[in-house]
């Protein structure tokens, strides 16, 4: 069993950044992919990130791709998903996810943490 906690959250200018952090419990959390999702009013849960169970892979969606950062310290059962240049379009609920493979697909993931709120003004 891992349980998932999302933080660092919050309201942002266009063109700033945050860090969020994903804590996990359980001690098989390094044998995990994990991945972030957002969720914005109205719309369907999309995939931003995912990070192998090493570290050694990270995957991105076409929108943040060089702009998000996400990674992993498996000493401290943390992910991270470092955001800069943030746009309006980045406002959502941001989830992370735990599952065997780090892939694009909401149903591959066995657990999910409660989501922390992201908006970027204009």
């Known amino acids: 069993q891992v349980q998932l906690v999302e933080s660092g959250g919050g309201l942002v200018q266009a063109g700033g950044s945050l860090r969020l952090s994903c804590a996990a419990s359980?001690?098989?959390?390094?044998?995990?992919?994990v991945a972030w999702f957002r969720q914005a009013p109205g719309k369907e849960r999309e995939f931003v990130a995912a990070?192998?169970?090493?570290?050694?892979?990270?995957y991105y969606a076409d929108s943040v791709k060089g702009r998000f950062t996400i990674s992993r310290v498996n000493a401290k059962n943390t992910v991270y998903l470092q955001m800069n240049s943030l746009k309006p379009e980045d406002t959502a609920v941001y989830y992370c996810?735990?599952?065997?493979?780090?892939?694009?697909?909401?149903?591959?993931?066995?657990?999910w943490g409660q989501g922390t709120q992201v908006t970027v003004s204009s």
């Open positions: 996810a735990a599952g065997q493979q780090a892939i694009v697909v909401v149903t591959a993931y066995d657990y």
């Open positions: 990070v192998s169970w090493t570290g050694g892979s990270t």
């Open positions: 359980g001690r098989t959390f390094s044998r995990y992919a």
